[in-house]
């Protein structure tokens, strides 16, 4: 739930509405960097409760394929082209290009403080 008021927040404080029908990509699924284990993984949740609230999900994590969301559903690995309005770092694997990330989203939720690991953030 923390993370998903994040997100709220961060699109309520830059105008730009609420989850419902807003575009969030979620960075990294797996449970922890560098692995395609996703028991137990916050990224989970966090899809879950962000489906509820009605947003458009997609992510892209290198080790992890396609992931269920939910037993009748899943959500599909996908580039970031179009830009999504909010990117959600949930696991930092050390593959990701977050310079170029910055560029690529309007709106940065960093759940593993992998900018301050680029001295950003």
Not at 15 to 44: N, Q, T
Not at 84 to 111: E, N, R
Request: glycine share 10%; charged share 20%; proline share 6%.
């Amino acid at each position: 739930m923390f993370v998903v008021d994040k997100v709220q927040n961060a699109l309520n404080d830059h105008g730009k509405g609420g989850l419902r029908g807003s575009w969030i990509h979620i960075l990294g699924v797996a449970y922890k960097k560098d692995i395609d284990d996703v028991r137990e993984s916050p990224a989970l949740d966090i899809i879950q409760l962000l489906e509820r609230r009605g947003a458009r999900l997609t992510y892209s994590d290198p080790y992890v394929p396609q992931v269920r969301s939910t037993p009748r559903s899943s959500v599909q690995t996908r580039p970031l082209l179009p830009v999504p309005i909010v990117l959600v770092i949930v696991t930092d694997h050390s593959g990701f290009d977050y310079k170029g990330l910055l560029q690529s989203a309007l709106l940065i939720v960093d759940t593993r403080n992998a900018l301050k690991g680029i001295g950003i953030g």
